[in-house]
């Protein structure tokens, strides 16, 4: 069955522009998050999503960062005005349910965001 | 805050040998531990996961324990492979949804 994908791949944008990156979970998980790693370090939680609402947002480093699921599936992750800081691979897992000690969280391939 | 840390950064073995990687974190209030496998340019897989009520889960050549009064994990790779050579990550689940993740452990495989 098909796994967590992410689009695009590699994403090179310069200094101030707005970047959008999406996540499409394994079909059936309702719950969804986003982490951020940079290079030579370990992924960083940003977001959880249990259905179409974030549960948890306060790994956001700031209000440039923002994502939404509106249709308790496809996430897009929405940065503004981004800085050579913001350079980094972005990852997307998604889990069957949430709470649960057994609940594994299988992740996407990330996309890669260079900023110039 | 959970803080998590993984020794050695990096290790080089021949084919053939035991190894193991070490993980400690310092908040023993945990969900679970999980190992994750990740490869250049690749996502997160999932190796075991071990539930906080449990002390060790194994697959295969895989074998990974769970102290979680001392706040330590260990995971054992049996008969090493070149194929395992990538990036070992631990990961500590406190909240139930949230993973705080070490900084893992390059392993390198020389045949």
């Known amino acids: 069955g098909a796994g967590v994908s992410q689009t695009p791949s590699n994403k090179v944008t310069e200094k101030g522009k707005y970047v959008e990156l999406r996540c499409d979970p394994i079909?059936?998980?309702?719950?969804l998050y986003w982490y951020r790693q940079s290079l030579g370090q370990g992924p960083e939680f940003l977001i959880y999503f249990q259905g179409t609402g974030a549960a948890d947002d306060s790994g956001l480093p700031n209000d440039r960062f923002f994502a939404v699921r509106p249709e308790g599936s496809v996430s897009t992750l929405k940065i503004q005005r981004t800085e050579r800081g913001d350079s980094a691979v972005y990852l997307c897992?998604?889990?069957?349910?949430?709470?649960?000690?057994?609940?594994?969280?299988?992740f996407g391939p990330g996309t890669r965001l260079t900023v110039l | 805050k959970q803080e998590v840390t993984q020794i050695p950064a990096a290790l080089s073995v021949p084919e053939g040998e035991n190894l193991v990687l070490n993980c400690s974190f310092t908040?023993?209030?945990?969900?679970?531990l999980q190992w994750f496998r990740q490869d250049p340019g690749k996502g997160l897989t999932s190796l075991l996961l071990?539930?906080?009520?449990?002390r060790e889960q194994t697959s295969g050549r895989l074998n990974a324990s769970l102290d979680k009064s001392s706040g330590r994990s260990t995971l054992y790779i049996a008969a090493s492979q070149p194929g395992d050579s990538a990036t070992y990550l631990c990961?500590?689940?406190?909240?139930?949804?949230?993973?705080?993740f070490g900084k893992g452990t390059s392993l390198l495989v020389t045949p």
């Open positions: 071990i539930q906080s009520s449990q």
């Open positions: 908040d023993s209030a945990i969900y679970n």
């Open positions: 990961a500590v689940e406190n909240s139930g949804y949230a993973l705080n």
């Open positions: 897992a998604s889990s069957l349910y949430s709470g649960a000690s057994t609940d594994t969280q299988y």
């Open positions: 079909s059936g998980h309702t719950a």
